[in-house]
């Protein structure tokens, strides 16, 4: 388990965070540092503390204990509008749009909101007109770029789940919390998945949480394990995978598989045999 760097360390850190809900530990002493451009997963059974985890970060809630630092500023008491101003942005598992307002919108109104000191630029056509044009580049790196002026409503939900990341990432946040980004996404949104976080969040930490490992394979170096709000283990993706405990603990296989018996010869193997 790596423990978490002094305050100062560049990028986003966690530090001791518990969070109780009534009696209910849910999160308990979970440390963690998110180097800048670096992609971190959070894995765990169901009910492990990751929700409630990226809430902490997000400033949904409040820890009992422990901070939260970036780039060296506390943020552990801030509310979400100043961890967004700081940089941190979220995409819901349940896209946060407005039905009624379009692709195009959502992606210039979310490059505006997170910049107050540019609001003086909307006087300015010529900057406006950028804003949109990257607007529409962002639409069409998550391949919305046919529906550009179709209502957030209209979309299915795949396309409402890019969107959410888009706009999300549309405020050239620091770092990203998704939560669950492979949820309900069709195959072939799913493969658009890791190409558009390389060319719309370069650059950009993205802390995680996801069930899919081979989506976390794809776009996670390292992976914080979650038990019972508590950290498991952090380790190199590939390593955290394979590590028995994590197998036993999230993928619910045994911890170590007896070596099975040769069947004799004439045998018939049985292939859905629990070791
Ligand atoms: N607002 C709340 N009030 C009471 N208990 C809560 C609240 N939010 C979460 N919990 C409890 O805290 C624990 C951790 O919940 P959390 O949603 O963070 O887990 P999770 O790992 O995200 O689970 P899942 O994978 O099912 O989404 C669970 O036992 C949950 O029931």
Same mark, same amino acid.
């Given at each position: 388990m790596t423990s978490p760097p002094a305050t100062g360390t560049t990028g986003l850190v966690l530090s001791g965070l518990t969070r109780r809900h009534g009696s209910l @530990?849910?999160? =308990?002493d979970v440390g963690l540092h998110l180097p800048p451009g670096a992609r971190h997963a959070v894995i765990g059974p169901n009910g492990a503390g990751k929700t409630t985890l990226l809430d902490l970060v997000a400033g949904a809630i409040a820890p009992h204990r422990g901070t939260v630092t970036l780039d060296g500023h506390d &943020? @552990?008491?801030? %509310?979400p509008a100043r961890r967004s101003r700081f940089g941190i942005a979220r995409s819901f598992q349940r896209p946060a749009l407005?039905? =009624?307002?379009?692709v195009l919108d959502h992606l210039v109104l979310a490059a505006w909101h997170h910049h107050p000191r540019r $609001? %003086?630029?909307? $006087?300015s056509p010529a900057r406006h007109r950028a804003v949109r044009a990257d607007a529409a580049e962002q639409a069409a790196a998550v391949g919305l770029g046919d529906a550009l002026? @179709?209502?957030? %409503?209209? &979309?299915p939900h795949g396309r409402r789940r890019l969107l959410d990341v888009a706009a999300a990432l549309a405020s050239r946040p620091r770092v990203l919390l998704l939560d669950e980004p492979a949820a309900g996404l069709t195959d072939d949104e799913l493969a658009l998945l890791p190409g558009l976080l390389d060319e719309l969040a370069d650059g950009v930490s993205i802390l995680l949480v996801e069930h899919h490992t081979e989506v976390i394979g794809r776009l996670a170096g390292t992976v914080t394990v979650l038990v019972e709000g508590r950290t498991l283990l952090t380790a190199p993706t590939a390593q955290a995978l394979e590590h028995p405990a994590v197998r036993a603990?999230? &993928?619910?296989?045994?911890e170590e598989t007896p070596p099975r018996p040769r069947p004799a010869e004439g045998d018939t193997p049985c292939s859905n045999s629990t070791p």
């Open positions: @530990t849910a999160v =308990e &943020l @552990t008491r801030a %509310g407005a039905d =009624e307002v379009s $609001r %003086g630029a909307w $006087r002026h @179709t209502r957030a %409503g209209a &979309l603990a999230y &993928l619910g296989l045994p």
